[in-house]
């Protein structure tokens, strides 16, 4: 255990506040679920008619999980309290890991916010922030064991919408093992690219897939953080979310903590869709069905998109992007774990399937292919369309949630606050 005040991983709770939902979140339905832009741009309610997410299961490691809002009642499974402090799993003590929750699988019931992936259900993994643990007798290993525990569960997809600038072998072995296991492990990169754009872990462990948030142009955020770690991007910007941990009331945000919750329910949906493929199967379907603007150079990884959008409808809807070799990881090229509950083949191919690239150094390869310690990239930012993204965002072709990056600024939402703490934070 680790006494209150102790200096470890602390938290860097990072958002652009801009309007507060006051009142009862029933009183306020239309007003909350309005302001979910992105799924409308992502076409949500035509996703809905062929898979809600239904038989997912997605590990939630945040800060708890208030299993009783309307919108998340009976959504929310047993848990862990990793983080060994008062209460439990379901005790979230800023309202940040309820808020991720009912991005992934809320129902909208009482004024609360639709999950993109409302037929999936969470398994809640507590763990501590700064302040937490600045209060508290903590455990110093909760982040590393919530991973390995979540990846032993029948979870498929992990989300960490937490992150430090600080390497730790520990957690990286986890990450490694629950990657291993054939897990998609979705984690934030972090806000603070204006702060010296430090790499964020977990995000920037290789086998973690590390996700940048964009705005409702299909803009990067400012203070998205970027490198050559960064796997796909997500809508961060102007989402909605508990404002504390009272939740008495909504507020609107950005950051990469929310877009990290719209991949890991783009890839529930997937996943739901196609029960039978393995996680390398829809991460590869994810990374060649992103939105990408028309002049991105082929065989080249954004270090601000990564792949691109997420855009779950292209391949649900019209069938885009190749499952590829079921054991070969799109993130490491090499033979990995197969779907939750399987045993990949022991005699899976050592060499990527032609959806998922052959080099990272030849041009020609295709836009998945990334080294095992670092990614293929283009430090150019891609130009492209700035017409919003939810007048025009999944109706067909390459496009789709369009893309736009200045060449030598990134457009981004104006006023984002930051509130510092130590080493750990939510993003």
Not at 196 to 210: C, D, F, H, R, V
Not at 351 to 380: I, V
Not at 390 to 404: E, F, K, R, Y
Request: aromatic fraction near 6%; hydrophobic fraction near 40%.
């Amino acid at each position: 255990m680790i006494e209150g005040g102790g200096l470890r991983r602390a938290l860097l709770s990072t958002v652009a506040v801009a309007v507060v939902v006051v009142g009862a979140p029933s009183a306020v339905a239309a007003d909350v679920q309005s302001q979910q832009w992105y799924l409308d741009a992502m076409h949500a309610d035509e996703i809905w008619k062929t898979t809600t997410g239904k038989g997912i299961k997605v590990a939630l490691i945040d800060t708890g999980v208030n299993s009783s809002t309307p919108s998340l009642q009976g959504q929310v499974l047993k848990g862990l309290d990793a983080a060994e402090a008062d209460g439990d799993e379901t005790d979230d003590y800023t309202g940040h890991g309820t808020t991720m929750a009912e991005l992934i699988v809320g129902t909208g019931k009482g004024g609360g916010l639709k999950g993109l992936a409302p037929g999936a259900k969470v398994i809640p993994y507590r763990v501590s922030n700064t302040q937490l643990q600045n209060e508290q007798a903590v455990n110093a290993f909760d982040m590393q064991e919530a991973i390995k525990a979540a990846a032993d569960s029948d979870a498929r997809i992990i989300n960490v919408s937490f992150g430090s600038e600080y390497y730790n072998e520990d957690i990286r072995e986890a990450v490694q093992y629950a990657h291993g296991k054939g897990k998609l492990l979705f984690a934030s990169v972090g806000n603070e690219a204006k702060e010296g754009n430090k790499k964020t872990y977990p995000a920037a462990y290789p086998e973690a897939i590390a996700v940048a948030a964009t705005d409702q142009n299909g803009v990067v955020e400012e203070t998205s953080q970027h490198g050559d770690y960064v796997d796909i991007a997500a809508p961060g910007a102007d989402i909605p979310g508990w404002c504390d941990k009272s939740f008495k009331s909504y507020c609107t945000a950005g950051g990469t903590s929310n877009a990290s919750a719209i991949a890991s329910a783009s890839a529930a949906l997937i996943w739901s869709a196609h029960p039978d493929w393995t996680g390398n199967q829809v991460l590869r379907v994810m990374f060649e069905s992103a939105a990408r603007s028309d002049d991105w150079k082929p065989g080249t990884v954004s270090t601000y998109l990564g792949h691109g959008i997420v855009r779950p409808n292209a391949n649900i809807s019209r069938g885009e992007g190749k499952p590829g070799d079921p054991n070969i990881s799109p993130l490491t090229n090499k033979p990995t774990g197969g779907a939750a509950g399987t045993t990949p083949s022991a005699t899976a191919s050592a060499s990527a399937s032609a959806s998922s690239g052959t080099s990272t150094t030849d041009p020609s390869a295709t836009a998945s292919a990334q080294a095992p310690d670092g990614k293929q990239t283009s430090d150019a930012p891609v130009a492209g369309s700035t017409e919003s993204a939810a007048a025009d965002a999944d109706g067909g072709g390459n496009t789709g949630l369009v893309i736009g990056i200045a060449a030598a600024a990134v457009v981004v939402l104006a006023a984002a606050g930051v509130v510092l703490a130590r080493r750990r934070r939510s993003v």
